[in-house]
């Protein structure tokens, strides 16, 4: 049964760090696509990082600079350190698993992440 667990969410003051971390019991973990999404109360679900299969991240503009996606294969991890968080990254945290041959799409349950002073 395929797994993601996300963990290090918390409360955070406006202008600090967290790391999230997903781990993932996936097999072949090296050819999906991991992503991380969040969504906030009355909001759509939004994506705010992503890394390739070849270790390739991209950001939407509104982390950008800010959030760092990464992972180790070898442990089927992915990471998304979060600096100068602001109170609009208040949110629930997603991981996702996505790979299109074969097609395939798994989620986490999600880490609260709340920026407030």
């Known amino acids: 049964q395929v797994q993601l667990v996300e963990s290090g969410g918390g409360l955070v003051q406006p202008g600090g760090s967290l790391r999230l971390s997903c781990a993932a019991s996936l097999s072949i973990f090296s050819t999906y696509t991991m992503n991380w999404y969040r969504q906030a109360p009355g909001k759509q679900r939004e994506l705010v990082a992503t890394?390739?299969?070849?270790?390739?991240?991209n950001y939407p503009d509104s982390v950008k600079g800010r959030f760092t996606i990464s992972r180790v294969n070898s442990q089927k991890m992915v990471y998304l350190q979060m600096n100068s968080l602001k109170p609009e990254d208040t949110a629930r945290y997603y991981c996702?698993?996505?790979?299109?041959?074969?097609?395939?799409?798994?989620w986490g349950q999600g880490t609260q992440v709340t920026v407030s002073s």
């Open positions: 996702n698993a996505a790979r299109t041959v074969p097609k395939s799409d798994y």
């Open positions: 890394i390739t299969s070849g270790s390739n991240p």
